[in-house]
């Protein structure tokens, strides 16, 4: 009977490091070696520092930046750790608001959000994503801001849609998914723009 044991504690251990150690790794250097910037979180980095990620939105508010797609993240509140408040992009804490369709809050915040923002507003400047971290817009989304960053930019529309169109990402592999833009990485070639 102890033999029985012997070989099952002797398989136990060795699919553990094998499979719980040795494969991890692998994958991890693997993954390290042929995609670094995927294996780092895709990262940017300016000067030395890092300023965001591609993968994550930010809360861009000023007049002269584009804006994304609402963020419904929250994180504990620092004055009463049994509740929570807003924290736009929180990637500690990645949901959605998790209210249906006919939730009077979110008829009331979409309606509002949509008055502020005028008439033609996309929907996804007024709904959040599932994750509430979602980095990109649509190309149609981000043409509905062109006229305000170039008003408040001060810059010619054609030169803000130019940028817009040279960070319009395809489907990936020509297939999967829908045309977008990220919205950090045109911010940042916005700011790029105006210091020539």
């Given at each position: 009977?102890?033999?029985?044991?012997?070989?099952s504690?002797?398989?136990?251990?060795?699919?553990?490091?094998?499979?719980?150690?040795?494969?991890?790794?692998a994958?991890?250097?693997?993954?390290?070696?042929?995609f670094?910037?995927?294996?780092?979180?895709?990262?940017?980095v300016r000067?030395?520092?890092v300023?965001?990620?591609?993968?994550?939105?930010q809360?861009?508010?000023?007049?002269g930046?584009?804006?994304g797609?609402?963020?419904?993240?929250?994180?504990?509140?620092?004055?009463?750790?049994t509740?929570?408040?807003?924290?736009?992009?929180?990637?500690?804490?990645?949901?959605?608001?998790n209210?249906g369709p006919?939730?009077?809050?979110?008829?009331?915040?979409?309606?509002e959000?949509?008055?502020?923002?005028g008439?033609?507003?996309?929907?996804?400047?007024?709904?959040?994503?599932?994750?509430?971290?979602?980095?990109?817009?649509?190309?149609?989304?981000?043409a509905?801001?062109?006229?305000?960053?170039?008003?408040a930019?001060?810059?010619?529309?054609?030169?803000?849609?130019?940028?817009?169109?040279?960070?319009?990402?395809?489907?990936?592999?020509?297939?999967?998914?829908?045309?977008?833009?990220?919205?950090?990485?045109?911010?940042?070639?916005?700011?790029?723009?105006?210091?020539?």
């Open positions: 009977m102890l033999r029985h044991f012997r070989a504690i002797v398989m136990l251990l060795s699919m553990t490091v094998l499979l719980g150690l040795a494969y991890p790794l994958m991890v250097a693997l993954t390290g070696a042929v670094p910037s995927q294996a780092n979180g895709s990262l940017i000067d030395g520092k300023i965001g990620s591609t993968l994550i939105g809360n861009f508010t000023g007049e930046y584009f804006h797609r609402p963020s419904a993240t929250v994180d504990t509140d620092p004055a009463d750790a509740k929570t408040v807003s924290a736009p992009y929180n990637a500690a804490n990645s949901s959605g608001s209210l006919t939730s009077k809050a979110l008829i009331d915040r979409v309606k959000d949509a008055d502020k923002l008439k033609g507003v996309p929907v996804e400047l007024v709904t959040t994503s599932g994750s509430g971290l979602d980095p990109h817009l649509s190309p149609a989304a981000a509905w801001q062109v006229a305000r960053v170039a008003k930019r001060n810059m010619p529309e054609a030169d803000v849609q130019r940028l817009v169109a040279q960070h319009t990402e395809g489907r990936m592999y020509g297939l999967l998914g829908e045309p977008r833009v990220n919205v950090l990485r045109l911010n940042l070639a916005l700011d790029a723009q105006a210091k020539r």
